[in-house]
């Protein structure tokens, strides 16, 4: 089993910057990706960023590159994702999720998630 739990969000003026964090914990040997996603009420789950565990490779939505970045801290088994130039659209509850295959954007390929961190952006 892996166990990822989430923090970090808050409410935040638009133009700030935000860190999450998600804590690695259990079986990380078999985690192969990470990656953040977020979800707002009445909509599907939205792919936010990426990354290969074992060699840092990340990958981005076209919404946030250039804003959002996704790192690992391999020592503490935490995924980070540093949120810059946050805008109101880009409030919504962020998950942090694992596969222990090379998925992609896909929540469905993700076998585990943690419970959600709230961010929330205002004008």
């Known amino acids: 089993q892996v166990h990822l739990v989430e923090s970090g969000g808050r409410l935040v003026q638009a133009g700030d910057s935000l860190r999450l964090s998600c804590a690695v914990s259990?079986?990380?040997?078999?985690?192969?990706?990470m990656a953040w996603f977020r979800q707002c009420p009445g909509k599907e789950r939205e792919f936010v960023a990426g990354i290969y565990w074992s060699v840092g490779n990340t990958f981005y939505a076209d919404s946030v590159k250039g804003r959002f970045t996704i790192s690992k801290d391999n020592p503490k088994n935490t995924v980070y994702l540093q949120m810059n130039s946050l805008k109101p659209e880009d409030t919504a509850l962020y998950y942090c999720?694992?596969?222990?295959?090379?998925?992609?954007?896909?929540?469905?390929?993700?076998?585990?998630w943690g419970q959600g961190t709230q961010v929330t952006v205002s004008s």
């Open positions: 999720a694992a596969s222990p295959y090379r998925a992609m954007d896909k929540a469905h390929t993700y076998a585990y």
């Open positions: 259990g079986r990380t040997f078999t985690t192969y990706t």
